[in-house]
């Protein structure tokens, strides 16, 4: 026994504020991650208390000395949670920059950057588009960064939330003095303190004696039932153990005095809150695709630039102009519109999300709800309302349901349940105030029951109290006597569990007499509460009994100490079942969710009976016989034996769970690559929403470090509102591949002119600036439109995706090998249409790019024999890349079109989306402006174009229409043996 003691102490030099193993602030954090990983090993509170008295070196009467409690805080420090190791905003800040395809348009800037410096080193007159083209990059950097850094920066201060929950000052005894403002962070193990009704626990302590005492412990078990406390034996589960008070709990009512066993990042809490700071979840499904497509479209842009350098100097160009080709086919690689796409397209579906109540703190939590393929629900608050009330009464061998709409017809005029209306008014803790009923959840659904059926305020003026035994974990049960003013007599109430009422009454009241209790009835009241109790239901029996009035006067003095009435020979009024009853739209919203192949397990720190029947109703479990795991069997469990009953039992439902299992429940989902999914609205749920890939809060009933920790906040509660998430979050996967293949789709006739540029020495057909201007102007309003795209019918139909990727093999073929490549052939027709027009004939243009380009040459001669100075090169030059750029914008309007959808046809679905059709408008206008307007058009190079050659991009444009058409047609019939679905299909 001492030897676990022994452990607890050397967990508790890990914590201590000087870092005595000296490691590294990393190496520490992780340390003790995973020491908190861990249960709770200790049996400080099965051994005597003499013993803990003599571990701790404290003494019950005096409590500790000031001398030695000093030293004892400037050893392991004060009794506060402290924060996971902080790297401040300037280290979150550097990450939110670099981090994802960020670090893609970084390297592109740093390129662009580079590439100026080398012209300006090397020619007199240098172009400045590089060096714009880095600044605007560098932008785009800067304000999605500092914008997932405003994300992130409110996701830590999860530990704030935390210490919140402390109060200032405790009661304690020290020196054999009683100080009532001692402050809770000086607090130390060994410390006596006293805790009162209305009092905040201040640190685990041990009860050494009590009185009523009850405490709200639903920020460690989730489960708002006020729990008794005493000096008891306790049991092997100390979360579980009747003689100890955790940290932060309220003390409900009664008064209790207790030693310190544990202080602050140690405490039952503070392993929460440091489970919560510390760990670090793993990234978004949309996270880690797009790190995916940066590997994957860095190593093309690499590759294809070790191609271009050896051609190039294959082909004689100078180094420093070889590595100025290769800067310019790396940028013109990087999708730049990519990133602000995806962030604009996430916060729009965000802003969606609220008006139908749900908060996304986390952008990228919005696309996870789709791939979502479990969800770990809590039952209280989440499944349930939270709010306790009464279901079914057992009268006399008739058990009634109270919803049923000929209840009132059956108790009318009812002995028993008058009397039981009586009993249930008086044997209770709970008050009636302006605002409503006060106290004990139990005891507040069983008066706001009574009020229907009579007053019971009434009925306490009636009958006014004059002695009282508050329940206990030993009697398991409450007692009052009240002087009845009518019949000048007194009466005995007593109300709790069945199985310690029963046997002290002598009779039963039936409708209209009582009768005797005989061992036949009182199996059939055992068979009946086991019945009820099997549903989920909480039970209380409720007796009577009238006192003499000769043998005890209205002056008699009631001892409840030294017991001077009778307790036995009652009268048994009958029994009540009480339950959390399940949130309507629950069980649909499931049906929904497991039809979708999404997996729902709960997990609940409440019993193990109420979980299954609570499940069974919300259709969690189809069968009575679902598999239910206790806290206690987990706790024997290894995490492969974990995982291997998570593979064999689909419906599993947990029960009597701590926080540290619930972690471990939702790290053993996560194991076979699933994503999860955690409900939760108290303090214990926080580890598990942070670990998990989507940390759902409840935005009422929620705890502020429950709201802190998730990633969604569901504003009503409401276990169906994840149905609208996991639908939206299929949506915009569906809508944000569309996006990124529009986006794709202009890669191709940017990165191909490059190329004539450099192997084929042609004049450049399309500047850096207006490819600038494609991906970061007129694209951006159609790429963020598409994620209006309405849900396609079968979305909910659908498996979850496991392998499907955002950017596929298919999705590379359509963009890069079909509608690239007409949208390049439609751009390099109208560059080549312009020259000619001018007297340059495409045969030749090839091999003219260095006389072209040379400012001394200033008699270039044209197809015609007309002779070109170098202004006059540069302003054709112009125009054919502004009509380059218009055919480009001409073919992107009608991708935007073919974008719509991945499988129907357009004429199916219509051209609905009106955000949509505004931003091919919009497209146009910005190409218009970008070509006309002076100043503009100089800076990015353009020209004013005539009418014609905006047509030239109207039949390219016609042909990717009737082409996608048919491609889409073939994979619906799926002809040509699925060649189109298994080639282009994305």
Same mark, same amino acid.
């Given at each position: 026994?001492?030897?676990?003691?022994?452990?607890?102490?050397?967990?508790?030099?890990?914590?201590?504020?000087?870092?005595?193993?000296?490691?590294?602030? =990393?190496?520490?954090?992780?340390? =003790?991650?995973?020491?908190?990983?861990?249960?709770?090993?200790?049996?400080?509170?099965?051994?005597?208390?003499?013993?803990?008295?003599? +571990?701790?070196?404290?003494?019950?009467?005096?409590?500790?000395?000031?001398? %030695?409690? #000093?030293?004892?805080?400037?050893?392991?420090?004060?009794?506060?949670?402290?924060?996971?190791?902080?790297?401040?905003?300037?280290?979150?800040?550097? #990450?939110?920059?670099?981090?994802?395809?960020?670090?893609?348009?970084?390297?592109?800037?740093?390129?662009?950057?580079?590439?100026?410096?080398?012209?300006?080193?090397?020619?007199?007159?240098?172009?400045?588009?590089?060096?714009?083209?880095?600044?605007?990059?560098?932008?785009?950097?800067?304000?999605?960064?500092?914008?997932?850094?405003?994300?992130?920066?409110?996701?830590?201060?999860?530990?704030?939330?935390?210490?919140?929950?402390?109060?200032?000052?405790?009661?304690? @005894? =020290?020196?054999?003095?009683?100080?009532?403002?001692?402050?809770?962070?000086?607090?130390?193990?060994?410390?006596?303190?006293?805790?009162?009704?209305?009092?905040?626990?201040?640190?685990?302590?041990?009860?050494?004696?009590?009185?009523?005492?009850?405490?709200?412990?639903?920020?460690?078990?989730?489960?708002?039932?006020?729990?008794?406390?005493?000096?008891?034996?306790?049991?092997?589960?100390?979360?579980?153990?009747?003689?100890?008070?955790?940290?932060?709990?309220?003390?409900?009512?009664?008064?209790?005095?207790?030693?310190?066993?544990?202080?602050?990042?140690?405490?039952?809490?503070?392993?929460?809150?440091?489970?919560?700071?510390?760990?670090?979840?793993?990234?978004?499904?949309?996270?880690?695709?797009?790190?995916?497509?940066?590997?994957?479209?860095?190593?093309?842009? &690499?590759?294809?630039?070790?191609?271009?350098?050896?051609?190039?100097?294959?082909?004689?160009?100078?180094?420093?102009?070889?590595?100025?080709?290769?800067?310019?086919?790396?940028?013109?690689?990087?999708?730049?519109?990519?990133?602000?796409?995806?962030?604009?397209?996430?916060?729009?579906?965000? #802003?969606?999300?609220?008006?139908?109540?749900?908060?996304? %703190?986390? &952008?990228?939590?919005?696309?996870?709800?789709?791939?979502?393929?479990?969800?770990?629900?809590?039952?209280?608050?989440?499944?349930?309302?939270?709010?306790?009330?009464?279901?079914? +009464?057992?009268?006399?061998?008739?058990?009634?349901?109270?919803? !049923?709409?000929?209840?009132?017809?059956?108790?009318?005029?009812?002995?028993?349940?008058?009397?039981?209306?009586?009993?249930?008014?008086?044997?209770?803790?709970?008050?009636?105030?302006?605002?409503?009923? =006060?106290?004990?959840?139990?005891?507040?659904?069983?008066?706001?029951?009574?009020?229907?059926?009579?007053?019971?305020?009434?009925?306490?003026?009636?009958?006014?109290?004059?002695?009282?035994?508050?329940?206990?974990?030993?009697?398991? *049960?409450?007692?009052?006597?009240?002087?009845?003013?009518?019949?000048?007599?007194?009466?005995?109430?007593?109300?709790?569990?069945?199985?310690?009422?029963?046997?002290? $009454?002598?009779?039963?009241?039936?409708? #209209?007499?009582? @009768?005797?209790?005989?061992?036949?009835?009182?199996?059939?009241?055992?068979?009946?509460?086991?019945?009820?109790?099997?549903?989920?239901?909480?039970?209380?029996?409720?007796?009577?009994?009238?006192?003499?009035?000769?043998?005890?006067?209205?002056?008699?003095?009631?001892?409840?100490?030294?017991?001077?009435?009778?307790?036995?020979?009652?009268?048994?009024?009958?029994?009540?079942?009480?339950?959390?009853?399940?949130?309507?739209?629950?069980?649909?919203?499931?049906?929904?969710?497991?039809?979708?192949?999404?997996?729902?397990?709960?997990?609940?720190?409440?019993?193990?009976?109420?979980?299954?029947?609570?499940?069974?109703?919300?259709?969690?479990?189809?069968?009575?016989? $679902?598999?239910?795991?206790?806290?206690?069997?987990?706790?024997?469990?290894?995490?492969?034996?974990?995982?291997?009953?998570?593979?064999?039992? *689909?419906?599993?439902?947990?029960?009597?769970?701590?926080?540290?299992?619930?972690?471990?429940?939702?790290?053993?989902?996560?194991?076979?690559?699933?994503?999860?999914?955690?409900?939760? !609205?108290?303090?214990?749920?926080?580890?598990?929403?942070?670990?998990?890939?989507?940390?759902?809060?409840?935005?009422?009933?929620?705890?502020?470090?429950?709201?802190?920790?998730?990633?969604?906040?569901?504003?009503?509660?409401?276990?169906?509102?994840?149905?609208?998430?996991?639908?939206?979050?299929?949506?915009?996967?569906?809508?944000?591949?569309?996006?990124?293949?529009?986006?794709?789709?202009?890669?191709?006739?940017?990165? &191909?002119?490059?190329?004539?540029?450099?192997?084929?020495?042609?004049?450049?057909?399309?500047?850096?600036?207006?490819?600038?201007?494609?991906?970061?102007?007129?694209?951006?309003?159609?790429?963020?439109?598409?994620?209006?795209?309405?849900?396609?019918?079968?979305?909910?139909?659908?498996?979850?995706?496991?392998?499907?990727?955002?950017?596929?093999?298919?999705?590379?073929?359509?963009?890069?090998?079909?509608?690239?490549?007409?949208?390049?052939?439609?751009?390099?027709?109208? *560059?080549? +249409?312009?020259?000619?027009?001018?007297?340059?004939?495409?045969?030749?243009?090839?091999?003219?790019?260095?006389?072209?380009?040379?400012?001394?040459?200033?008699?270039?001669?044209?197809?015609?024999?007309?002779?070109?100075?170098?202004?006059?090169?540069?302003?054709?030059?112009?125009? $054919?890349?502004?009509? *380059?750029?218009?055919?480009?914008?001409?073919?992107?309007?009608?991708?935007?079109?073919?974008?719509?959808?991945?499988?129907?046809?357009?004429?199916?679905?219509?051209?609905?989306?009106?955000?949509?059709?505004?931003?091919?408008?919009?497209?146009?206008?910005?190409?218009?402006?970008?070509?006309?307007?002076?100043?503009?058009?100089?800076?990015?190079?353009?020209?004013?174009?005539?009418?014609?050659?905006?047509?030239?991009?109207?039949?390219?444009?016609?042909?990717?229409?009737?082409?996608?058409?048919?491609?889409?047609?073939?994979?619906?019939?799926?002809?040509?043996?699925?060649?189109?679905?298994?080639?282009?299909?994305?």
């Amino acid at each position: 026994m001492i030897t676990r003691a022994a452990s607890l102490a050397s967990i508790s030099d890990l914590f201590r504020p000087n870092n005595p193993r000296r490691l590294r602030s =990393r190496d520490l954090s992780s340390t =003790r991650l995973n020491e908190l990983k861990k249960e709770i090993q200790t049996n400080i509170h099965i051994i005597p208390l003499k013993d803990v008295y003599d +571990i701790l070196g404290t003494n019950p009467i005096t409590g500790l000395t000031s001398a %030695k409690a #000093k030293d004892l805080l400037d050893y392991y420090g004060p009794n506060t949670l402290t924060p996971a190791t902080q790297f401040g905003w300037p280290r979150l800040l550097f #990450k939110s920059l670099c981090t994802g395809f960020s670090i893609l348009i970084w390297l592109g800037a740093a390129l662009c950057l580079v590439a100026y410096v080398i012209e300006l080193s090397t020619k007199a007159n240098p172009s400045t588009d590089n060096l714009y083209l880095g600044y605007v990059l560098i932008g785009v950097d800067l304000i999605c960064g500092i914008f997932s850094f405003c994300q992130n920066y409110k996701s830590s201060k999860i530990m704030k939330s935390f210490n919140n929950m402390i109060p200032m000052y405790a009661n304690c @005894i =020290r020196d054999g003095a009683l100080n009532p403002a001692t402050p809770v962070r000086e607090l130390v193990k060994g410390d006596i303190v006293q805790v009162s009704a209305g009092d905040v626990v201040p640190a685990d302590m041990r009860i050494i004696d009590s009185k009523g005492f009850k405490v709200d412990n639903s920020s460690l078990t989730g489960e708002s039932i006020a729990v008794p406390r005493g000096n008891t034996e306790g049991t092997s589960n100390i979360l579980e153990s009747p003689n100890v008070a955790f940290f932060s709990a309220l003390c409900v009512e009664g008064r209790a005095q207790g030693v310190v066993i544990c202080c602050g990042d140690l405490t039952a809490m503070g392993r929460v809150a440091g489970l919560a700071a510390r760990l670090q979840p793993a990234p978004s499904p949309l996270a880690r695709e797009i790190k995916r497509f940066m590997r994957c479209m860095s190593l093309w842009a &690499l590759t294809l630039g070790l191609f271009i350098a050896a051609a190039s100097l294959i082909l004689g160009y100078p180094f420093m102009q070889t590595t100025i080709f290769v800067i310019g086919i790396i940028v013109a690689n990087i999708p730049e519109g990519l990133q602000p796409t995806v962030t604009a397209s996430l916060t729009l579906t965000a #802003k969606r999300m609220v008006k139908k109540n749900c908060l996304v %703190k986390n &952008l990228e939590a919005v696309e996870a709800m789709g791939a979502c393929t479990t969800i770990c629900s809590d039952k209280t608050g989440t499944l349930t309302e939270n709010k306790m009330c009464v279901r079914h +009464i057992w009268i006399w061998n008739t058990t009634h349901f109270v919803l !049923d709409p000929d209840f009132e017809r059956h108790i009318r005029d009812n002995k028993a349940f008058n009397a039981m209306n009586v009993c249930g008014a008086l044997c209770s803790t709970a008050i009636v105030t302006k605002e409503g009923v =006060r106290g004990d959840a139990s005891e507040q659904a069983i008066l706001m029951f009574l009020f229907k059926y009579n007053d019971p305020e009434a009925i306490r003026r009636r009958f006014p109290k004059v002695a009282e035994i508050p329940f206990n974990s030993v009697n398991k *049960y409450q007692v009052s006597i009240h002087y009845d003013t009518k019949f000048s007599r007194f009466i005995v109430v007593m109300k709790g569990a069945p199985e310690c009422i029963f046997g002290r $009454c002598a009779t039963v009241a039936c409708a #209209k007499r009582d @009768i005797i209790m005989t061992s036949e009835i009182r199996d059939i009241a055992d068979r009946t509460t086991e019945e009820l109790a099997n549903t989920g239901e909480r039970i209380l029996a409720f007796a009577d009994l009238i006192l003499d009035s000769n043998q005890y006067p209205p002056d008699f003095q009631f001892d409840t100490e030294e017991i001077n009435f009778p307790l036995e020979q009652l009268r048994l009024l009958g029994v009540m079942g009480l339950m959390d009853p399940p949130r309507e739209q629950v069980r649909s919203a499931i049906q929904r969710v497991r039809a979708a192949g999404v997996r729902v397990m709960m997990v609940t720190g409440d019993h193990p009976a109420t979980a299954r029947a609570v499940a069974v109703e919300v259709g969690i479990a189809t069968s009575p016989r $679902c598999h239910v795991i206790t806290g206690t069997e987990l706790r024997s469990m290894t995490s492969d034996l974990l995982y291997l009953t998570l593979e064999k039992h *689909y419906e599993i439902v947990f029960a009597r769970t701590s926080p540290t299992q619930k972690l471990q429940i939702v790290e053993a989902c996560q194991r076979n690559h699933n994503v999860v999914a955690v409900t939760g !609205d108290g303090v214990n749920d926080a580890p598990a929403l942070r670990q998990a890939d989507i940390g759902i809060s409840m935005g009422i009933t929620g705890s502020q470090v429950s709201k802190q920790t998730a990633d969604i906040i569901l504003m009503d509660d409401n276990f169906a509102t994840i149905v609208t998430g996991i639908e939206e979050g299929r949506k915009i996967f569906d809508n944000l591949k569309k996006s990124i293949c529009y986006i794709l789709i202009s890669n191709v006739p940017e990165i &191909l002119p490059v190329l004539m540029f450099i192997l084929f020495s042609i004049p450049l057909p399309l500047g850096v600036m207006t490819i600038l201007c494609v991906d970061l102007g007129t694209d951006m309003w159609p790429a963020v439109s598409l994620s209006y795209e309405k849900t396609e019918s079968d979305v909910m139909a659908r498996p979850p995706r496991t392998s499907e990727r955002l950017v596929s093999t298919r999705m590379l073929w359509l963009a890069y090998g079909h509608l690239g490549l007409i949208e390049f052939s439609a751009g390099m027709f109208a *560059y080549f +249409i312009v020259m000619a027009e001018h007297g340059f004939y495409p045969r030749d243009l090839f091999g003219i790019r260095q006389r072209w380009d040379n400012e001394a040459v200033s008699d270039v001669q044209d197809s015609l024999g007309q002779e070109w100075t170098y202004a006059e090169r540069k302003e054709l030059e112009r125009a $054919c890349q502004a009509t *380059y750029f218009a055919a480009i914008v001409i073919t992107q309007m009608m991708n935007g079109i073919i974008c719509k959808t991945r499988y129907n046809s357009i004429f199916q679905t219509g051209m609905n989306n009106n955000i949509l059709n505004l931003g091919l408008v919009f497209e146009l206008i910005i190409a218009c402006i970008v070509c006309y307007v002076p100043g503009i058009n100089t800076f990015f190079r353009t020209y004013p174009l005539r009418f014609r050659w905006w047509l030239l991009g109207l039949p390219f444009s016609a042909l990717m229409f009737v082409s996608d058409e048919f491609r889409k047609y073939c994979i619906r019939r799926r002809l040509f043996g699925g060649w189109f679905n298994s080639l282009t299909n994305y």
